[in-house]
Structures are given as C-alpha cells and as structure tokens.
C-alpha cells in the first residue's frame, strides 16, 4: 500500500493541550487550531518526502524506512529520528519524548502523536 497522495485534515482531538505539552507559544496555537491543514506524501520504495501546509506554514520532511534522518516538528524545532515501518501501512517513530504513529487505512490517514500522557489525534482524507 502506497502513502502517496494529498491529504486534507478533517478531524483532531487535543490540539490545544498537546501543542502546549511541546512549548508552542499561546498566540500560535490559537491561530493554528482552526486552520485547515494538507499534508502531501511521496513514497519511493523505503524514501518518504512530506510537505505539511497550514495556512501559511509550510514543513518539509524527508527520511528513510530505517535509517537516522533529520526532521522538523510542529514546533519549528529539528530532531534526528529513525522512522520504522510496521506491516505495509504503518509509520512509527519516537523523538524528544515524542511516540509518532503515522496509519494508512484506504484513503484515511491517521496521525497520532503522544507526549507524556497527552495524545494529538488527527485524520486526514485523501483529495
């Protein structure tokens, strides 16, 4: 199963909570919260190339199945990660604290990211 597409987000649960949890300041969460965002996935065998567009926002990510990458989080800030894949929809990554599960279920994506004991759920449908 490919992850190739655009996605649109339509849903997510702990927004606030989980961007204060990784130090976004007020005034951004608060202007992020509501806007749409579009991811754009390109899989070539075990490369991944991923754009995430919110609003004015744009973060770009590139990595391996496997091996050491540098990727930036939501935060702006730039971590060294290993993205594992489990089974043939699954992207499972852990940085800073930070478990990152990335699940391709037809055209539903959906990202769940845990810091502590706060979970950021958000599901995007393929456009």
């Known amino acids: 199963m490919s992850f190739t597409g655009k996605y649109e987000l339509q ?3 702990n927004f606030e909570p989980f961007m204060r949890a990784i130090g976004l300041p007020e005034d951004q969460i608060q202007k992020g919260k509501d806007l749409k965002s579009i991811s754009e996935i390109v899989q070539d065998g075990k490369n991944f190339s991923m754009t995430v567009t919110t609003g ?3 973060i770009k990510n590139q990595f391996t199945i496997g091996e050491e990458s540098e990727i930036e989080l939501m935060n702006g800030e730039k971590v060294k990660v290993v993205v594992q894949m489990e089974g043939n929809n699954k992207l499972v990554a852990q940085a800073k ?6 699940e391709l279920n037809g055209d539903t994506i959906t990202y769940t990211m845990t810091v502590g004991d ?3 759920k958000r599901v995007s449908k393929r456009i």
């Open 56 to 58: 004015s926002k744009v």
């Open 11 to 13: 849903s997510q649960e």
């Open 118 to 120: 706060v979970t950021l």
């Open 97 to 102: 604290g930070m478990n990152s599960v990335t």
